[in-house]
């Protein structure tokens, strides 16, 4: 569900006709001569929609094939440059189908100058692009720096093509099944999403953007709502099955709970063990990570851990706070995974939760166990509020698998007492509660006020983090 509506653009100088600036009538803005790039195709100017600017740049082969010149390179990385300088987000438009190879090595250098500024904007402004066409070889790396990517159905883009791999390996494959848009909105995770036209996803991303402010050093602005933040939510309750091996869409938990059930979802078909997105509550814009039980029971694997580590950091750049709904058994086991790194992986969701400062606030709706339970910015990790429904499981491991550990030597009649037991004792939320690692059980039905509430007495949380060069994520 769509929240921001496209208006007309107001406004604006192009960088290729010579110059980079503000909307028309705007004297605040930095000029930049570009004559050299008269003959660019690509652009980038100063937009207005709906009183929100950001800078559109627009990367654009100018020769034959959608291959890119040296000329196209410097509009771009001016009007990134000036983007990061005058605090404005960015929407880029990109189809370069590789350097011009008539140029020689100055389109490369070009592009690299490109990717450069992108990571000099990282954690400083947003910076999201679209993909509207071929995307090929180097610049192709620009795709992966960004915070945000969007295909159209009819984008496409690797590094290698299909001929070289065919070369190399043997295999016959298309450049759609090699690096298509769907392949990449589900194999990869480049896409956050795929859409018609390139006008579509500029609409997605100013969504996105609704929720983001222009910079590092901004607060998101509030999101006007009619819903009150007392609005009763026991429908969210009713959604969890009645038994404990039973799924659900905890996309319906989210849309109950957060404002005019508005949720825009990031990366929705990769990795969908796991669910990221922004939504807001009571008017304040949150960052929303939670376990997906419809896929793989809500366990967490690599993919799954690198998808929650990004946005966690996205939102932690950004100023937004987060809310992270918990029900997984833990983390996915499998000799593949571990030859694969599945420690190193898995390690990523937890770093990147433990060097968070902004707000933090956890929900449990059913399962939370062993290790998935840390890494779940559990109260240990650095989480402000914890809350927990009353069917909260939080636990070493299940029932079942503690009882085969502690009576293995038992009967099957003894063992189903002492799992039995075992549930009534540990598998409730109030051990958690009396240890501290839970602050409040709550009902489901007061889930939506007390996350506003916890919302709005951490408005005023201001975190930072002892001096350093940087910190070390176990990529």
């Known amino acids: 569900m769509m929240r921001y509506k496209r208006v007309m653009a107001l406004g604006g100088v192009e960088v290729g006709a010579g110059s980079v600036g503000n909307d028309a009538g705007e004297g605040d803005g930095a000029v930049i001569d570009l004559r050299a790039a008269m003959n660019a195709r690509s652009s980038a100017r100063v937009i207005s929609v709906e009183d929100r600017r950001f800078m559109r740049v627009s990367l654009h082969g100018s020769r034959a094939g959608d291959t890119i010149s040296q000329a196209d390179c410097t509009v771009v990385e001016a009007g990134l440059r000036t983007a990061r300088e005058q605090r404005l987000p960015v929407i880029g438009h990109i189809v370069a189908a590789g350097p011009d190879v008539s140029e020689g090595l100055a389109p490369s250098v070009a592009w690299s100058r490109i990717a450069k500024e992108i990571v000099r904007c990282s954690g400083v402004i947003p910076v999201m692009l679209v993909v509207d066409g071929p995307v090929l070889s180097g610049p192709s790396f620009l795709l992966g720096l960004a915070d945000v990517v969007v295909f159209t159905e009819d984008a496409y883009s690797y590094l290698s093509g299909p001929r070289m791999v065919r070369d190399f390996t043997g295999t016959q494959i298309s450049g759609d099944e090699l690096g298509g848009a769907g392949v990449h909105q589900r194999s990869s995770g480049l896409a956050s999403a795929v859409v018609e036209t390139a006008a579509d996803g500029e609409d997605y991303l100013l969504e996105v953007l609704s929720y983001l402010p222009d910079d590092v050093d901004s607060l998101p602005a509030s999101i006007e709502t009619d819903d009150p933040i007392d609005r009763p939510t026991a429908e969210a309750g009713e959604l969890l099955p009645t038994t404990a091996t039973g799924s659900y869409d905890v996309r319906d938990i989210i849309t109950e709970v957060v404002d005019d059930g508005v949720f825009t979802e ?23 990570v939670a376990n997906q039980t419809q896929s793989m029971a809500g366990s ?14 996205f939102c932690d750049a950004f100023n937004v ?124 039905e007061f889930t939506r006020f007390e996350v506003a509430s916890a919302l709005q007495m951490l408005g005023s949380k201001r975190e930072k983090l002892r001096p350093r060069r940087h910190d070390n994520i176990p990529l």
């Open 266 to 288: 990031l990366r929705a078909q990769w990795a969908p063990n796991i669910v990221t997105g922004f939504a807001s509550i009571g008017g304040s814009p949150v960052g929303i």
């Open 300 to 313: 967490i694997d690599i993919s799954a851990s690198q998808k929650g580590a990004r946005f966690v950091g």
């Open 321 to 444: 706070p987060l809310l992270t709904m918990v029900d997984t058994s833990g983390f996915l086991p499998g000799k593949d995974l571990e030859w694969r790194g599945m420690i190193r992986h898995g390690a990523q969701l937890a770093f990147a939760y433990a060097r968070a400062t902004v707000p933090r606030i956890g929900l449990i709706l059913r399962k939370s166990y062993g290790g998935a339970y840390i890494v779940m910015d559990s109260v240990n990790m650095g989480n402000d509020v914890m809350l927990a429904w009353p069917t909260a499981e939080v636990a070493v491991m299940g029932a079942k698998g503690a009882v085969e550990i502690l009576h293995r030597g038992a009967s099957e009649e003894e063992k189903a007492e002492q799992v039995a037991t075992y549930e009534a004792t540990y598998l409730t939320p109030y051990p958690a509660a009396e240890r501290g690692s839970i602050t409040a059980v709550v009902e489901p």
